[in-house]
C-alpha cells in the first residue's frame, strides 16, 4: 500500500467506468475498480444479443483490457459482500480479503424487480445480463423450432405466442425485435409452422408506450410496433403469471393468454448494497431501494462516499429523481471524480450536481426508432440513424464499434440474424418442460 | 407424407451437411436433417472460441437458415434415442415421435473418451461443443484473475500452470494459443502477477506431437510452441487426473505437476449411436466405437443404411481406417448423396468410397502454423496464410467468413483477443472451489 490517495470504484458499469477513465492523468491517486465480471457491458444493446443480432462479446469489453495502459487502475474480479463504512474498507465475499479505501464510489446499478413475485423470475426471465440475454435467446428460438415439430394447434399456438411485460425502451426493442424476426428474419426456414403468425403482445401500464418520452413518439412508436405485428395494450397491469398463462386486468376485466414465452422488462430495483450503505450511514433509500444522496452524490456526513448511476436517487435537479439511464450514470461519474481530484489539489469544488439531457431514444425493429433531443423528435429511418449513430460512439472498445457496425450493415441488407444459436441447456430439459414442471426450471439454472 | 423417396439424414456436422448439400436439385427425394443442435459447428476453429478470440456465432451457422431455400429439406431439432431398422424409421427422443426414412444417413460423429476415467471428464473438460468452449474459457482465464488476487505464491503457481493433454492438432493449437494469451495478449493487464511466467505444458503419449503429419512438421510445430513458452512433453502417459494435479509417467518414471487448468485432447469415441446401430443390424464396431462399414458406406445386408464421416470405420482403401476428420466426411457425404440420386435416377453407382488427401493443417499460435499438402510441407508464416484461406473457404456463411477475417485481422494487428468472457457461472462458484470440492463441480452444470 502506498500513501498515494486510495480511490475504490465498485461496478464497472457506465458510471464505475466513466469515473475510473476519468481520472486519467491523476498520478496522486490510485485507482481499484472492482466487479463480480470481468467486462464492462453495454447494456442498451443487450436486446439485440437476446434476439440473435450481436453476440455477446460485440457489446462486451474485458475492464482489464480498457485499462491496460492505466497504471493507476487496478481491476478486481470480486463480490463485494459488505462495506465497512467505520474501518473505510470493501469486503470480498469469496476470499474475505478487504479493500482499503480514502474514497468510495459504489455504482452497482439494478436489476429487474417483479414486485414482490420473485416466483415469476422463472417463468418471465428479465434481461440484464448476458446470461438473460442468451436465456432469452434460447426461449424465443426453442419456441419456433417446438412449434415447428408440434401437432396439436392448441400447443402450436402457445408457442407462436410471446408477451412482452413493460412498454418501455427495452421491452419496446424486444417486442419490436421479436416482431421482426417472425415476420421476415424466419421467412422461408420452416415447413409446418408460418412463422408470420406468430403473436407478439406487448403489455404497458400506462396509458401508452415509452411513457417517459413526448406523447407524439410514443403514438409513432406504437404505429410502427403495429406495423411489425405487435399487438399493444396499454393500461394493462399483469396481475399474474402461470406456467404458459399470464393474466392481465385492464379496464377492470380481467384477461388471460396462453404463452410458453414471457419476457419481463417491467421493473428494475437498485442493487442491494444501496439498503446495506443506508443501513450503516443512515442514509435513506426510496422505494426501489435506491439510495438518496446529497447534491454533489455523497452520502450526508460521509464525504468520501459517493453513490452514483441507477443505484442513486437524486433529486435536487428538478425534485424529481433522475432517470435510470446511461447518461446520468456517466455524467455523475465524470462528476464525482473531478470534484475530487479538484479536493485533492486545494482547488474549489463544484457543489451540486447538474444533468445535461442529451436526449433519449428507442429503436423498434430494422430501421426504425424514436429519438427526442430537446425539442428535436426524430422517427422513422432517421431516428434509426441517429440511435445507431449515438450507441456506435458509446461502445467502448474500437473493434466492436466496427464489428457491429458491419453485423448490423449485414442484417440490415439480409434481415438476417446469425447469432441464432440455442445454446447453454440441453435438448431434452428445454422439450420436457410441461406445465406442472415448468415452474421448476430455474432461469439459466447455474448461472446466477 | 408424399411418395417421394425419403432421406433422413442423422446429425448436422461437416458429414450430414454436405450430404443434405449434395441433394441440391433432386426433386425427386425429400431430406429431412435431425440434430440436437440448431446450428452447424465449424469445429475446427472451436478452439479460438475456447481462447477467446472468436465468439460462437463465428463459427456456427443456424441449420434453418442454411437451408431455407432449398423446398426439399426439412430441419428437424430433435435428439435421436433409437434406430428401428425393421420398420426403417427414426426415433427421437423428446417426443417419441419418428421419422419414417427409405434411405437414413448416419454423421453423429465423436466425443471425448477419457479411456475409462469418465471421472476425470469435470477435471479436465474436451472441446467438441459450444458450451465445452465457454467452459474452457471461463477456466483459462479464470486462473489468471484468481492467480492476480491470491497471497499463497503456491496457490499462485497452481493457477498459472496450464496442462493440455494430447499432442494432436486440438492439443497443439490449444497450448500454442494458451501460451500466446500469457506472453502476449495480458500483458500489461495485470498488477500483482506477471501472466508471461505461466507455464504451459503439452503432454503427448507418442514420441512427437502431430503424430499423423510428416516428422519434419512435428519438429517444426515442436519448436514453434517452444518459442511460444510451451514445454512440450513426449512419451509421456496420464496415468491420474486429481483436483490441482495431475500424474503422468515418462521413460518409467511417474511425476506430477500441480494445476488448476486442465485441457482434455487426449482421445475421442463414436457417438454412441453407432453401437445402436450395430446391435440391431449386425454390423462390428471397432475399439473407439466406430462402425465398420461397406465399401459404398453402407452397412452389409442394409444398403439402405449408411454411416459417414467420425462415426464409420472405413478400412478400404489402405487397410487402415480414414482419419477422423472434416475432409473424409464431407466427401463420403457428397459420395452417399451421388450414388443414392444414381441409383434413383436408374443409373450405375460407384462400388467404393476413394478419399482424396486434400492436406492437413494446424496452427501454432498467432501467425504460424503448419500444413501437408501431398508432398509440400509449409511452416511459420506461409503456413498460416494457407491454413487461414483453407478454414475461410470452408466456413459455412459468407458473413461468417468476412467477419472472421476482420477479427482476425484485428487480433494479429492488436494481439488482443475481443471475446474475453467470463460468463455462465457465478463468481462465488468458480471462487471457492477447493481442493475437496472441486471433484464436486460438474462441468458446466446445466450444459449437457
Redesign the interface.
Known sequence: MTDKHQVVIIGGGFGGLTAAKAFRNADDVEITLVD????HLFQPLLYQVAT?GL????I???L??I???RRNV??????VTDIDVANKQVIL???G?TLPYDTLIIATGAQHHYFGHNEWENLAPGLKT??DATEIRRRI??AF?AA??E?DPQKVREWLTFVVVGGGPTGVEMAGTVGEIAHYT??????SIDPASARVILIEGTDRVLPTFAPDLSRNAAWQLQKLGVEVLTQALVTDVQPFLVTYKQNDRTQQIATRSIIWSAGVQASPLGKLVAESTGASIDRSGRVIVQPDMSLAGHPELFVIGDLANYSHQDGKPLPGVAQVAMQQGRFVARNLLRKLRGESTEAQFVYRDLGTMATIGRAAAVAQIGKIHLTGFIGWLGWLFIHLMYIV?F??R??IL??WA?NYV?R?R????????????L??ITRAEAEKVPV?????
Chains 1, 2 share one sequence.
Open positions: 463480480r465480471r470481468n467486462f440473435g453476440s455477446p462479446a460485440n462486451a469489453a474485458p482489464r483490457s485499462f491496460r495502459h487496478r481491476t478486481v474480479l470480486g463480490e465475499a469469496d476470499t480479503s448476458i446470461e428460438l426453442y423450432e415447428e415439430r401437432t424466419l421467412r422461408n426456414e420452416f415447413r472498445e473493434q466492436n466496427v464489428l458491419l453485423q449485414w439480409t438476417n446469425a447469432a441464432r444459436l440455442i445454446t447453454g441447456r440441453s435438448l431434452p430439459t422439450a420436457t439459466a439454472e447455474s448461472l446466477h
